[in-house]
């Protein structure tokens, strides 16, 4: 009787964690010792790649069938057919086990990877084509892989290491004064590159820091020049690179050092400043774009602005609390102006935090800026006040600041306290006054340019005191009527720059 017998091959799949059978013919004598899968380590494969590989019972006369199951089909299966590992549509591992159908307990595995498809490499950029640096020093160029997603590993080489050196990540170092070509490509695609124009020139003094103002605030339609200071002020180098974050919204220029914001709409953007010689020493400028006074002084932090523009209440504030009038002398006049009589003025509430600087007074406020947008009726004569610190508006407490016009019409007025300006102010014409303050220190702007920056005898009568200052008070009188459409104090003192963007009425 054959003790034999044949058994057609069979596979049976299973969804995912399939099983599957593949009888060979079956010695039921001989036991089985082991399962061995060669190779036992499978290379990586792509999607949809094969690997062939040799499934064997052992000892050789033993029955052959084996079954096998893959930890994830979408990964990995095995073909019986051709005996080949093909790899499915998701990348991943899987691993596959390959069982005796004469003795499940014996079984091998191998273990199979399947990458992801990669994505060609269609071109590299570079952030910066050509770089100067100073022997000794560094720049960083960024490389860019593209399409999207595709890999972003990169070679960098120098074509002359003596002038310049690099490292795996885009740092180029000065070594020699001298030109260099740094050459970066795909480490995936080779044969897609980029290249970096290199200046070494000789060791110098080091750009360490970038200084500028840290926000600026400018009306739609307007221009405004900023002059970054490089430090140290010895350094060799002192070329800047500007950028906008924003362009559509503000523009940036510049020009051997000086940066023109032109502010295109309303909205903000980030001005960013580089040094040419060390790309990693920068400074930003936030810069907001506004329509109107109130928005502008709402964007660099007015303490109060009073508009006048309530006919039906003069003293109401913008920014602030409101004006405490003293008299009733006066009236609206049409546009959003008020008009003061003499001997009228306003008490006006402020938050501002007092300071003490060297050996003032800690109690009051020794930083400062005023505006004033004002028309004047006459020059005739006639002294007009902005503003006193003193609270009492006593006899012999002057205002701290006055339009004389005593002079004759044709010169102009002139503003000041103590020193003056030159003769400008004309009548039935529009200004707008900024008195910044320091202590030791008062500066004078009109309609954005300085026309008086002044120490002198006055000055220790400019502090603020705590909460509040009068408006167009003088404790002797010297406070003819004229016509104001906008005040607005700050607590602290502006720039030039800051002056130039508040303009003119």
């Not at 019972?57 to 990964?75: H, R, Y």
């Not at 051997?256 to 060390?278: E, K, R």
């Not at 209440?313 to 009236?331: E, N």
Request: net charge negative; hydrophobic share 40%.
């Amino acid at each position: 009787m054959n003790r034999f017998k044949k058994v057609v091959s069979a596979c049976v799949a299973v969804c995912m964690f399939g099983l599957f059978s593949c009888d060979k013919e079956e010695n039921n004598t001989i036991a089985v010792e082991s399962v061995e899968v060669t190779p036992t380590t499978i290379p990586p494969l792509e999607i949809g790649g094969t690997q062939a590989i040799t499934v064997k019972v052992k000892p050789d006369g033993a029955g052959q069938g084996f079954e096998w199951q893959s930890s994830n089909n979408l990964i990995a299966t095995y073909l019986t057919g051709t005996g080949e590992i093909k790899a499915g549509n998701t990348a991943g591992t899987a691993t596959i086990t390959f069982t005796s159908t004469a003795d499940k307990t014996k079984s091998a595995t191998v273990a199979v990877t399947v990458n992801a498809a990669v994505i060609e490499v269609t071109s590299v950029t570079v952030d910066q084509v050509e770089v100067s640096v100073v022997v000794g020093e560094t720049q960083t160029v960024v490389a860019t892989a593209l399409p999207q997603g595709s890999s972003q590993v990169f070679s960098w080489v120098s074509s002359n290491s003596e002038v310049a050196t690099v490292d795996d990540d885009g740092v180029i170092s000065g070594v020699s004064p001298g030109t260099a070509t740094i050459t970066v490509s795909s480490a995936a695609f080779p044969s897609k590159t980029a290249t970096v124009a290199v200046t070494v020139t000789p060791e110098g003094v080091a750009v360490e820091e970038i200084q500028t103002l840290e926000a600026i605030a400018l009306f739609a339609g307007s221009s405004q020049t900023l002059t970054p200071t490089v430090l140290p002020a010895g350094a060799t180098d002192k070329t800047i690179t500007v950028e906008s974050s924003a362009s559509a919204t503000v523009s940036v220029a510049q020009n051997d050092g000086v940066i023109t914001l032109t502010a295109n709409a309303t909205g903000t953007a980030t001005i960013t400043v580089t040094s040419a010689a060390n790309n990693n020493v920068t400074a930003t400028i936030a810069v907001t774009v506004v329509n109107t006074l109130s928005d502008w002084a709402t964007a660099t932090g007015a303490a109060g602005l009073w508009e006048f523009d309530d006919p039906n209440d003069l003293t109401k504030a913008t920014i602030g609390g409101d004006l405490t009038p003293h008299s009733s002398g006066y009236t609206a006049v049409t546009g959003g102006v008020v008009r003061v009589s003499s001997g009228t003025w306003f008490s006006a509430p402020h938050s501002i935090p007092t300071d003490k600087i060297n050996d003032n007074d800690p109690s009051v406020v020794n930083n400062y800026t005023f505006m004033f947008d004002f028309r004047i009726p006459a020059l005739n004569g006639d002294w007009y006040a902005f503003y006193n610190t003193d609270l009492n508006n006593s006899g012999g407490n002057w205002a701290e600041c006055y339009l004389d016009g005593s002079i004759n019409e044709g010169q102009g007025g002139k503003v000041g306290k103590g020193d003056y300006s030159a003769p400008f102010a004309q009548v039935d014409t529009w200004y707008r006054l900024v008195v910044v303050a320091t202590a030791g220190n008062v500066k004078h702007y009109i309609n954005g340019n300085k026309v008086l920056d002044t120490s002198n005898e006055h000055l220790s009568q400019l502090a603020l005191q705590l909460n509040a200052v009068l408006l167009f008070a003088d404790g002797d009188s010297y406070d003819a009527e004229f016509d104001i459409a906008a005040t607005a104090l700050w607590g602290r003192a502006f720039t030039d720059e800051e002056v130039a963007a508040l303009g003119a009425y």
